[in-house]
């Protein structure tokens, strides 16, 4: 009995302990009245709705501009309307091939014989037989009909073709076939461009995602012979409309006129370029006669890999893909915030796809859709967050991120002082692990909201399972491909991309709802989970006095980056002494931001603030991430504008941490070392007066 009573005081002192730490933001009675909403919304969030969402909005193949893309975007309105979501649509026209055109793939020497473009039909899944099906294509290839000889290029990245430049393989007028892997597929077109090539053939290796990582479907999750991944190929030096780079591709019939480029000044890519399956990949290896690949470039197929086909092996490429002016349209559904409905919490992930897109990205729109009626039930309730929170559903994203860039740049004045943060969730259920990546202000609410999260059909929280030490999870650095990027690395508006990921059937026409149900998550109940936490985040952002930001993670990840570069750079620079004015830069920085910190709750708990002071405060936190924002844009892309992150110009998704230091790195440059220290002492400097500013008003107030 005795034990029973202390475990019983030891519960409740925990439990006094935990009540008397007030959430990030907020006062104490602040932190107790978020507590009570979280719990209520938690169990707001209706999980088989997710499922009903999803196998509808999956029902069919819609790529943008499609009717089929059309009737999901009603679907979406529908919903968000119904829930009393202000919702509007945002139209652009924009230059994407509006369907794959036709292409053709056969070997014509030694021996004529047509080559598979398009998944086999499985009599089991009635998805694979679906009359809109298309072939394998890479939107943005170049149209052509060339009758060639191959080479092999590995993974086709810029050091696969310098090694081949080296070992002296000439790859003028040739088709070159590279395999799937460690870069953006649009980089694999660009580079074999540059070096003189007549076409490319981008497969699926059977050792990156075929049979020698396990079952292939039907029977498993891994790419069978005919499985095959689709994609945009554009790798123009922005992001967005290739005809309007910096403006808004607003509607030709609207008042205002944007100017176009003619397509004729772009880079878009001249020469044919399609995907194939590893079993049509399989018949043009298996007679290729050069010389054997390096080590490291031997895939899964049973046969030695040749640089070269040989001059008795010849390849004929036909692609004809006409691109036009295409109508898209953004969905936004806004829950308007009762006291600040200028401060904006914005979430979204893109509804266009490639085929049925039930994985990517199905699942994130239909756990937004989840979202929109839980937040409607809330507002029903009378207890409305007290900024708006947004679901938006953008439209193009297949295509290269088109739809989001060009709201973002629509909207840039308005997003720069009124944006709190941008929360993306491309096939944001993918899986059951749990996994995200963000800017340094938005790591701890993402593992903040995961603890409040059951994991389906456990008694453990999301962070339990997230976690490997039980103290904290693992948050990457966020990168390229997808709706981010406009927001976080053109306008500095704190970002983050979460949700669950396994295995998946990539961008093929097997990523349907059959295979999501057998594969993907059988329960249909990470949905609702996932629809929590990112629920639970966006009510910590929309309820908090101040927003709950976490400012000192910028000293922090900032030491460990810049320390990183370093090492990066005596690699080839020995006598490199580091960036010094940079890193005395960090320190002050790191002083500053943890005053804040300590400050923030203290006068929470014993001053009582207005709404003209909060708004004030808020506005200041909001300008914080603009500090690296660079006018001049980065070295290889002047549309990059953030000195903090960047996607990588050579691959594509990776990210790039300090890219302006990390784009030296790449190219084994000195000279510039010294000036990229300056611009990036002064940005943090800037920073740093803007906390100190921020800890000033506080104090004054």
Request: charged share 20%; proline share 6%; net charge negative.
């Amino acid at each position: 009995m005795k034990k029973i009573l202390l475990i019983y005081l030891f519960l409740g002192l925990i439990f006094k302990l935990q009540a008397q730490s007030p959430l990030d933001g907020y006062s104490e009675s602040g932190s107790r009245t978020q507590t009570d909403l979280e719990e209520l919304f938690l169990k707001m969030v209706d999980f088989p709705s997710f499922k009903s969402h999803l196998k509808t909005i999956t029902s069919n193949p819609h790529t943008a501009g499609s009717k089929a893309n059309e009737e999901v975007r009603d679907y979406l309105v529908e919903v968000m309307t119904k829930a009393n979501l202000e919702t509007k649509l945002y139209p652009y026209d924009v230059y994407i091939p509006k369907s794959p055109g036709t292409s053709i793939v056969e070997i014509v020497t030694p021996k004529r014989k047509p080559l598979n473009q398009m998944e086999d039909v499985i009599p089991e899944n009635p998805y694979s037989s679906h009359p809109n099906l298309d072939k394998g294509w890479n939107a943005y290839s170049g149209s052509g009909d060339v009758i060639s000889e191959v080479v092999y290029a590995n993974y086709g990245t810029k050091e696969d073709f310098e090694k081949l430049e080296e070992l002296g393989i000439n790859i003028q007028g040739k088709v070159v076939m590279a395999r799937y892997g460690k870069n953006f597929r649009g980089f694999k077109a660009k580079y074999a461009e540059q070096y003189g090539a007549a076409g490319v053939l981008i497969y699926t290796d059977p050792k990156d995602y075929g049979y020698s990582r396990g079952l292939v479907y039907p029977e498993g999750n891994n790419y069978s012979e005919s499985a095959i991944q689709r994609g945009s190929v554009l790798t123009e030096t922005f992001t967005g409309d290739p005809l309007t780079p910096f403006e808004p591709a607003l509607p030709l019939d609207g008042k205002i006129k944007v100017k176009r480029l003619d397509p004729k000044e772009t880079n878009l890519h001249s020469i044919p370029v399609t995907p194939i399956g590893y079993g049509a990949a399989k018949e043009i290896m298996e007679l290729m006669k050069g010389k054997p690949v390096p080590g490291g470039w031997q895939g899964g197929l049973p046969f030695t890999y040749r640089l070269e086909g040989g001059t008795e092996l010849k390849v004929r490429l036909a692609v004809s893909q006409p691109k036009e002016i295409v109508r898209i349209n953004n969905v936004i559904g806004t829950v308007k915030g009762s006291m600040y409905p200028d401060e904006w919490i914005i979430l979204g992930c893109h509804y266009d796809a490639w085929a049925f897109g039930t994985t990517d990205p199905g699942s994130g729109t239909a756990m937004l859709l989840t979202l929109s009626e839980a937040l409607g039930k809330l507002v029903e309730e009378g207890l409305s967050p007290k900024r708006s929170i947004m679901i938006a559903h953008w439209d193009g994203e297949e295509y290269g991120v088109i739809g989001s860039t060009e709201w973002v740049e629509q909207m840039k004045e308005e997003l720069g002082s009124k944006a709190v943060a941008y929360l993306n969730f491309d096939a944001g259920v993918s899986g059951r692990n749990f996994g995200g990546a963000a800017a340094p202000t938005l790591k701890k609410i993402m593992q903040d909201a995961a603890k409040r999260v059951t994991y389906p059909d456990s008694s453990k929280t999301v962070f339990d399972m997230w976690s490997k030490n039980g103290e904290n999870i693992s948050i990457g650095n966020l990168g390229g491909g997808s709706d981010h990027i406009g927001f976080y690395m053109h306008t500095g508006i704190p970002s983050l991309s979460g949700g669950t990921g396994g295995k998946t059937l990539y961008h093929t026409n097997y990523d349907d709802f059959n295979f999501y149900e057998k594969f993907i998550d059988p329960s249909l109940k990470m949905g609702g989970a996932v629809a929590q936490w990112a629920g639970i985040m966006a009510l910590k952002l929309a309820n908090a006095t101040f927003i709950p930001y976490d400012i000192p993670r910028y000293a922090e990840d900032l030491s460990k980056h810049f320390a990183t570069s370093t090492k990066k750079i005596k690699t080839y620079f020995p006598d490199f002494s580091g960036f010094q004015h940079a890193e005395d830069a960090i320190q002050s920085l790191a002083e500053s931001t943890n005053l804040l910190s300590e400050l923030m709750p203290q006068v929470l708990e014993h001053r009582n603030f207005n709404k003209k002071e909060i708004k004030e405060i808020n506005l200041a936190l909001i300008q914080l991430e603009k500090s690296f924002i660079y006018q001049e844009g980065m070295p290889y892309g002047p549309w990059y504008l953030s000195l903090y992150a960047s996607s990588d110009p050579y691959s594509g998704y990776a990210s790039w941490i300090l890219p302006a230091i990390e784009y030296q790195i790449e190219n084994s440059k000195t000279e510039n070392l010294d000036h990229w220290d300056e611009v990036y002492a002064k940005a943090i400097l800037d920073l740093n007066q803007k906390v100190i500013n921020i800890s000033q008003k506080l104090k004054n107030l």
